[in-house]
């Protein structure tokens, strides 16, 4: 059978669009393969080697401002050499024991140098509790205080306080309350044993012996004031009481007072206490499984 040109031309057409479509639906395919690839997550396997250990020094209880480090307040702990960032910490309980606490520590914490009082030669650590504390041009002055002038219980070292003097005016005739001292470091807080006279009864008691002191303990609080500060708290302990005042850790700020005397007080008017106002309640009553359940809403 002779086959004629145009259908030679035909058939050579027919054939060559026959493979642009197979051409065509590959690549289709092979796109959409590549694709749906791209979504799919990737999962892969990290090979990490065991990382390197350094000891680490910690504290194991709540360390306060002023003490003295002692053996049994620090452990060691094994930390992975790249999670230590902290500069300057230290590795050996013989580095740190006899060293005092410059700020309060926390159980776990690291220690470091910066925590710590500087020393005053590698062999010598400076004296031992709130000595090393106190700034150049400063003093240490501890004042007697009762539970209820000092604040006993909730305060801290570290604490801000103000001073209040209660004294009579110069010629006796009015008794004065003045704040005298502001925004006062609270070095450290402590008892003091000391020897005072024994009562009548005790001597009855305590008949027949050469005892006629027994051995009292007061509070002491140990403040951070400069020369002229130490001398009026020393005048105002010597011609009243003192009083001290919690300050918010956040509140630098010098309030300006007169104080107050007895005829002051006399004269002021009782002052209304503003409450804010109560929101307003609404009652709701529900009903379930038959009972009637009254709930209160805002």
């Known amino acids: 059978m002779k086959v004629s040109r145009s259908d030679l031309i035909l058939y050579t057409i027919a054939f060559i669009s026959a493979i642009a479509v197979v051409v065509l639906v590959y690549a289709y395919i092979e796109k959409r393969i590549a694709d749906a690839e791209a979504h799919l997550p990737v999962k892969t396997i990290k090979i990490v080697e065991k990382p390197e250990l350094a000891p680490v020094l910690v504290a194991s209880r709540d360390l306060f401002r002023g003490e003295k480090i002692e053996k049994e307040d620090v452990q060691v702990l094994m930390i992975a050499k790249e999670g230590i960032k902290l500069k300057g910490v230290y590795s050996k309980p013989e580095d740190v024991v006899g060293q005092v606490v410059k700020t309060d520590l926390y159980a776990g914490e690291w220690l470091a ?43 801290s070292p570290g604490d801000h306080v103000d001073v209040v003097s209660v004294f009579s005016s110069a010629n006796g005739e009015r008794t004065i309350s003045r704040v005298i001292l502001q925004n006062i470091e609270v070095l450290s807080i402590g008892q003091a044993s000391h020897f005072k006279p024994k009562t009548d009864m005790q001597k009855v008691e305590d008949s027949g012996t050469k005892q006629d002191e027994t051995l009292a303990k007061k509070s002491m609080v140990a403040l951070h004031v400069d020369i002229q500060q130490a001398e009026e708290l020393a005048l105002a302990m010597s011609v009243g009481s003192v009083h001290l005042l919690l300050r918010n850790q956040t509140d630098v700020n010098v309030s300006d007072s007169d104080g107050v005397n007895v005829q002051v007080i006399e004269s002021m008017k009782q002052k209304k206490v503003a409450h804010p106002a109560k929101n307003k309640r609404h009652t709701v009553e529900l009903l379930q499984g038959g009972e009637v359940e009254e709930v209160t809403v805002q």
């Open 113 to 155: 140098g910066r925590k710590f009082v500087d020393k005053l030669a590698p062999e010598k650590v400076l004296s031992e509790g709130i000595k090393g504390l106190v700034a150049p041009g400063k003093r240490a002055m501890r004042i007697p205080v009762n539970p209820e002038s000092g604040l006993m219980g909730i305060l």
